[in-house]
């Protein structure tokens, strides 16, 4: 994949150089700021100054100015310049001699020291281990010794400082800090000069190409491997990028981050070091020296200089995002990181993430489109903006110039594919639903929300619901309108009360129920009314809908008052005698609401209790009196009565009594409100004699002494027994009840009176179960008090045996003793001894005794009526 990175701009041209010299070339450059120095075959040195200057284009060109030219007189070609701008010297390789060179003049340094002969190769060090600033390392390649020497250059000399012997003669090299870099005859190697620590690299045959040792960092160099390949390795012989595939012919490379740029016989190549793919070919011929400078690149044919200028790299960036080459545009961005300032780069880095995503969401590349956006922190109003309408009308948002995407709208980018629009809406939505909930939407919350909503009610969206009923900012009149359009009138509901318009809210609902209004989205939207309402703090509008409620269903309408929750504020509090006046024209929803006080919260008022009962009682009376009744309505109503009845205290017994006194049916109901007047005889001979239902009778007995003592329950029990065993009713005793009375509630009855009032002539083998039963209870309880009473006595002798074993040894008491019970001093000389001779007051042993398990057992002996 191409791009253009560079620019070829010519420098220097042949005429400025050599004229019509034929056959001289170029053997070497050398720049340094806008100096630019020029080596030729016939061993001149040609000063020029650059200078950058901007076409009416807008594109970078290059002017230069011959300073001066130097002949040194040796006939020989100048193999390499070198320059060491602190020292304003020039360090010239020449016929195997190192000559230091006036920067300015060109003059050579006339001091003997400044010369080094027998050198093949020299490099200077960038990155110098000497802390002296005024004079420059180098390491020269001895063309009479297999060794590489360290030298520093001063201004009038070259100093000798270390020579380090080598396997082979270096044919190329490069140095940083401690470590060379050597291209030897048949491999390349690592040597740290100082502590002579070496790493072989891979082999290479110097004969076939020329080698390249280019030191492109801080101890990591650019070398050329077999195979036409670039490797990169680092001071430690470890590869930490992967190589670059370039020619064969490589002659020359350099690197102008990030890009690895290579020339060879008939083209300069441009690689990028980030992603290793060729990014630009540029054809030229006659090619001599690829140099970097500082950052400049610098190439030159045999006659003339050329500089490759970079393009900037937004533009470069630009034109790969034009491609939709979006990861390389992103590769690229964040690999030059290093060159740009940390604050440039965010916004640069930025503003690419929110292009990318616009690119790839125009490819409905949605997840991707919504990482770049994440990562970018794209004002998400950008995108909103592409789907026409959907911000509000109130919003100040303008779009971002220059714009981050080619873009008219939503519209323009489906070119009327309506599948391709309806997965840009759902993207959206599920976008704006992530955003709202992070602080990305902080500023635009409105903005965001409304377009949400929008969106919702547009297609349908089951989450639109949710939104309204949550926590949100959208706004009303660009709201309202958009779900009306597209009969959303529940939804307008829930915005109106979000918003306060309670009002507005439920005469849009009433109306949807009514079917003034379509809307299907709750079928339960009546119930939904009715609930809000048992929830509304305006009074003025409960009381308005409460009728419209109660008309449409009794049942679900009064739920407005039952569901109302109680609270001790009362504000919004409905008085309960209001309502149940309120509810008299509604007579299933006025039973229901007292139901609701009496059953449910449990008020103690007798006018609710006396209310709901003769409510009650009408309803059994009716059900009665009506032919067409059936029969499970009546037994539901009479056990709704006979409940309440038992269950309260508080209503108005007599007034029910006389409802119910002349009715030969209710005979239960008048039993138990005999039972309430404590007229339990009564109660017992209609059950018995006129219901002619034991099973009701021995009921009543156990319902009527629930909360009383057990001699009550006895005393009831003995009444029913009575009433059995009547003879003056008509159709006299009845024997079989009363026996199994006794049977069945043997442990209920006192055995000695039953006795008295049974019969003689009854049989002992009717009566065997009870007999039975009760000589059992007597006989254990006979025991149980025996063993109490045995207890006792022996309690009674340990005690006696203890204080005639004390009695012999003195007490003493004084007013400094303490009570080992109570823990207070004595005041009196009367005391009590403990086993062990332990004194305490007369009281504390008396309370102690008391709480003895003994006496607790003699006592509980003593209370049985079998005792």
Request: aromatic fraction near 8%; glycine fraction near 6%.
């Amino acid at each position: 994949m191409s791009v253009k990175a560079f620019e070829l701009v010519s420098a220097v041209e042949r005429e400025q150089l050599m004229g019509e010299k034929v056959r001289i070339t170029i053997e070497c450059i050398e720049c340094c700021g806008q100096h630019l120095y020029v080596g030729t075959t016939d061993c001149f040195i040609y000063h020029f100054l650059l200078e950058e200057r901007t076409t009416t284009k807008g594109r970078l060109a290059y002017s230069s100015q011959k300073l001066l030219q130097k002949y040194l007189g040796l006939k020989k070609p100048v193999a390499e310049l070198k320059a060491a701008s602190a020292l304003e010297r020039l360090i010239v390789l020449c016929d195997a001699t190192i000559t230091l060179v006036d920067m300015v003049t060109l003059e050579p340094v006339p001091s003997g020291g400044a010369k080094l002969k027998g050198v093949t190769a020299f490099c200077i060090n960038e990155n110098p281990v000497t802390a002296d600033p005024f004079c420059a390392e180098m390491a020269v390649v001895s063309a009479r010794r297999r060794a590489v020497q360290i030298c520093t250059v001063h201004e009038d000399r070259v100093q000798i400082l270390k020579e380090v012997a080598t396997p082979e003669q270096p044919c190329a090299l490069s140095v940083d800090g401690y470590f060379l870099c050597l291209a030897l005859p048949t491999q390349y190697m690592i040597l740290n000069y100082s502590t002579g620590a070496s790493q072989d690299l891979f082999p290479y045959d110097s004969e076939e190409r020329k080698p390249i040792v280019k030191r492109i960092g801080r101890e990591e160099f650019l070398l050329a491997a077999p195979g036409g390949l670039g490797m990169f390795a680092n001071a430690e012989g470890i590869s930490q990028r992967a190589p670059v595939s370039w020619s064969e012919s490589v002659i020359g490379a350099a690197v102008c981050f990030p890009y690895v740029v290579a020339l060879d016989e008939g083209f300069v190549t441009v690689h990028s070091m980030l992603d290793q793919q060729l990014k630009q070919t540029l054809s030229f011929r006659e090619g001599h020296i690829l140099q970097d400078f500082e950052g400049k690149v610098v190439l030159a044919s045999t006659k003339a200089v050329y500089v490759l200028v970079p393009l900037p790299l937004e533009q470069q960036i630009q034109d790969l995002l034009a491609g939709h080459r979006v990861e390389e545009a992103l590769t690229l961005t964040e690999g030059a990181q290093r060159n740009i300032p940390k604050d440039k780069f965010q916004i640069l880095h930025k503003r690419i993430l929110q292009q990318a995503g616009f690119i790839q969401f125009g490819q409905l590349q949605f997840s991707e489109a919504k990482e770049h956006f994440r990562k970018g922190q794209l004002d998400v109003r950008e995108l909103i903006s592409l789907y026409p309408l959907l911000l509000p009308a109130s919003s100040s948002f303008t779009r971002c110039h220059p714009p981050l995407h080619e873009f008219a709208d939503l519209n323009h980018l489906a070119q009327g594919d309506q599948e391709k629009v309806q997965r840009c809406k759902r993207f959206l939505i599920s976008y704006l639903h992530e955003v709202r909930s992070s602080e990305s939407a902080n500023g635009f919350r409105e903005d965001v929300d409304t377009a949400l909503l929008k969106l919702y009610a547009e297609i349908g969206h089951e989450s639109l619901l949710d939104l309204l009923a949550s926590d949100n900012a959208c706004l009303l009149a660009d709201s309202a309108p958009w779900l009306e359009k597209h009969n959303r009138y529940f939804a307008l509901g829930l915005l109106y009360h979000y918003n306060g318009q309670d009002a507005s809210a439920l005469q849009m609902w009433v109306r949807v129920v009514n079917g003034d209004l379509q809307d299907s989205t709750r079928a339960d939207l009546f119930e939904y009314v009715v609930d809000f309402l048992s929830f509304c703090s305006n009074l003025d509008l409960v009381w308005k809908y409460a009728d419209w409620a109660l008309q449409k269903d009794q049942k679900i309408g009064v739920q407005i008052f039952t569901k109302r929750p109680i609270s001790k504020e009362t504000t919004g509090q409905l008085n309960p005698d209001e309502v149940i006046k309120y509810l008299e024209k509604h007579h299933q929803a006025l039973v229901l609401y007292l139901e609701h006080l009496v059953l449910e919260r449990r008020v103690q008022k007798e006018k609710y209790h006396t209310h709901l009962a003769v409510l009650y009682a009408d309803r059994v009376l009716g059900l009665l009196s009506r032919p067409s009744a059936t029969e499970e309505q009546l037994s539901s109503a009479r056990e709704k009565l006979q409940r309440l009845l038992r269950e309260s205290n508080l209503y108005r017994v007599q007034l029910l009594l006389g409802k119910l006194q002349d009715s030969e049916v209710l005979l239960t109901e008048r039993a138990t409100l005999h039972g309430k007047l404590e007229e339990h005889d009564k109660a017992l001979h209609i059950l018995v004699h006129q219901l002619k239902n034991s099973t009701a009778a021995e009921d009543y007995c156990t319902w009527a002494s629930e909360d009383h003592d057990p001699a009550h329950r006895q005393k009831l029990f003995h009444q029913l027994l009575s009433v059995y065993l009547d003879p003056d009713v008509p159709g006299g005793a009845q024997t079989m009840e009363a026996v199994d009375l006794l049977n069945r509630h043997a442990d209920v009855f006192d055995a000695v009176q039953v006795l008295e009032l049974l019969p003689e002539a009854w049989s002992l083998t009717l009566l065997r179960p009870f007999l039975c039963g009760a000589l059992r209870a007597n006989i254990h309880a006979r025991r149980t008090s025996q063993v109490a009473l045995g207890l006792a006595r022996a309690e009674n002798l340990q005690l006696q045996h203890d204080r005639l074993k004390y009695r012999g040894g003195p007490v003493f008491v004084s007013e400094k003793r303490g009570c080992q019970l109570c823990h207070n001093t004595f005041r009196e000389p009367d005391c009590v001894c403990l086993p062990g001779g332990t004194p305490v007051h007369t009281l504390c042993a008396a309370r102690r005794l008391q709480d003895s398990p003994t006496k607790r057992r003699l006592d509980h002996a003593h209370t049985s009526n079998h005792t």
